[in-house]
């Protein structure tokens, strides 16, 4: 498995609303302690993060919550 600053470096050149590959969603899952379907279904708009998710994804992707939000509404 790929380091968190692998996936931080790619997130830094691609827009928010990517999809993702399925290593990634792995990553991510396992990083927010969800599982790949939860990643999926965000993916698809089929379901939403909770805050606590958001929070941690800003963490991961190095920007401010404020950002993810942004690009959703």
Known sequence: ????????QKVDSMDLQHKYSSDE????AEYLGV???A???W???ESDPNMS???A???LYGVAVEG???QVS
């Open 35 to 37: 599982s790949r379907q």
């Open 39 to 41: 990643v999926s279904k």
């Open 68 to 70: 993810i939000l942004k």
């Open 25 to 28: 969603k792995e990553y991510v």
């Open 57 to 59: 994804m800003a963490k």
């Open 43 to 45: 993916e698809r708009g």
């Open 1 to 8: 498995m790929k380091d968190i600053n692998y996936y931080i």
């Open 53 to 55: 998710n958001l929070i």
